[in-house]
């Protein structure tokens, strides 16, 4: 991996190749390639063995042309301002390319929540809203959960600014649990979002999902629903990696007659660590964490952190893929986008991919507001439709310009955020 690599520089040189290829004005260019507003601070908090522990937090709101700015709150040892910022951006680009009325923002803690108890999270996410309570909001910006963390992280935090504020307010934050103003369907929504682009892809590239194999990197919310919705299409995952950390490091879980979901979960913990011992048991075969990368499959699924793909390990990728579907935001390096570019395998880019997640979100907002919640099937189906259509919106444009799918999001995305801007009479 590269140490040197910066998400946020990455994010930048992304939009700028595609602010060139649109023309945009100067004043466009410099508005939108940087956040509106950045928050750091700290968050001190007494820990269980008495002492006191100083956590450092960020809430990035990069644009809020189309609407309030949206985006989750990370939990991660090695967060940085600088990946933040590039989350932050990616949300604004992603909540465009759904259409839905939505600008970006992201959050981050650096901390390691497997070794936080459970009244020492709750200290961090209550000392989390306190220093950014003026700042967000129903019709400002509403957080929601990310890498390592959920919804009782997102009710605590809710808790908290509804103390703050005077009142109750479940429009603050999304993601919350089912029966606290959450939407059924929210859990699964970022993995089935970017199974039905799946879908949608080998569809219009006249392959059957029964006749494919599939590679997943990660086992958390997202790798999970996406392998149990490529199941269920028919599709055999025969490859998932996951982090261990007793071990501080992954591996690979490998079953050739296709890894069986209900089966892994039963052996999951709660960070999507499986358990290993228990996987050979039941005739998995366990190899080196970057193996999730070089398997004869048709489709990777790369669903855990940025960085995973490039220059050092794209051409470890066998002749054999077809697709990839980008699960993560960010997984893949410029560099290394280039190469799959060249190699003609067709790329479903982070921002359209895993778009089902926010999506959600959004219908989480509009049952709150109405109050009035809807059945899981109603949820699913409208999630598949929009995620059918933002697809089919990039997919068409990539083809009548005969360009690069990443490129085609990009260009629908950035128009319509600047459009917004202009209307506003911001730039
Ligand atoms: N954290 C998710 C994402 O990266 C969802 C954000 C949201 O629901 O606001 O898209």
Redesign the pocket.
Same mark, same amino acid.
């Given at each position: 991996m590269d140490s040197k690599f910066n998400p946020f520089k990455m994010a930048q040189q992304q939009f700028d190749e595609i602010a060139e290829k649109l023309n945009l004005d100067e004043a466009t260019r410099s508005f939108l390639r940087v956040p509106m507003k950045e928050m750091h601070f700290t968050i001190p908090v007494k820990m269980d063995d008495g002492t006191t522990k100083v956590f450092q937090g960020f809430r990035i709101q990069h644009n809020s042309a189309r609407g309030p700015n949206? $985006?989750?709150?990370?939990f991660h040892p090695q967060e940085t301002v600088d990946t933040v910022r590039a989350?932050a951006t990616?949300?604004t680009w992603?909540?465009a390319v759904v259409d839905i009325p939505?600008g970006g923002?992201?959050g981050g803690v650096i901390c390691d929540p497997h070794n936080l108890s459970m009244r020492e999270q709750e200290a961090i996410c209550r000392g989390f809203m306190r220093v950014i309570a003026r700042d967000v909001g129903p019709l400002v910006d509403?957080?929601?959960?990310?890498?390592m963390t959920n919804g009782q992280h997102m009710v605590w935090m809710m808790d908290e600014y509804e103390k703050i504020m005077g009142g109750k307010f479940p429009g603050v934050i999304? $993601?919350k649990p089912v029966g606290m103003g959450g939407s059924l369907g929210?859990t699964e929504?970022?993995g089935y979002g970017a199974m039905y682009t799946v879908r949608e892809a080998l569809n219009n590239l006249g392959i059957d999902i029964k006749n494919t194999t599939a590679s997943f990197q990660g086992f958390g919310n997202v790798s999970q629903y996406a392998i149990d919705l490529y199941t269920q299409y028919g599709g055999k995952p025969v490859c998932v990696s996951c982090w261990d950390d007793k071990d501080k490091k992954s591996y690979s879980f490998i079953k050739e007659s296709g890894l069986v979901f209900k089966e892994l979960m039963a052996i999951t913990d709660k960070f999507g660590t499986i358990d290993k011992a228990k996987a050979v048991e039941l005739g998995y075969k366990i190899e080196d964490g970057n193996a999730w990368l070089t398997q004869d499959v048709d489709i990777l699924v790369p669903a855990a952190l940025e960085n995973q793909i490039h220059a050092e390990n794209v051409n470890t990728i066998s002749p054999k893929v077809k697709l990839i579907a980008e699960g993560a935001?960010g997984p893949t390096t410029p560099e290394a986008d280039k190469v799959l570019h060249e190699r003609n395998i067709f790329m479903i880019p982070d921002?359209l991919c895993?778009?089902?997640?926010?999506?959600?979100?959004?219908f989480?907002q509009v049952q709150g507001n109405m109050n009035y919640f809807w059945p899981k099937e109603e949820v699913l189906e409208k999630l598949d439709n929009a995620m059918t259509s933002a697809f089919q919106a990039v997919y068409d444009l990539a083809k009548r310009k005969n360009i690069y799918m990443r490129d085609a999001a990009y260009m629908i995305s950035i128009s319509r955020v600047a459009e917004a801007s202009k209307v506003r009479g911001w730039i």
């Open positions: 949206k $985006g989750g709150i990370r989350l990616w949300m992603k909540c939505l923002g992201k509403v957080p929601a959960p990310d890498v999304t $993601g929210r929504a970022t935001n921002f895993n778009a089902g997640g926010v999506t959600c979100s959004y989480e």
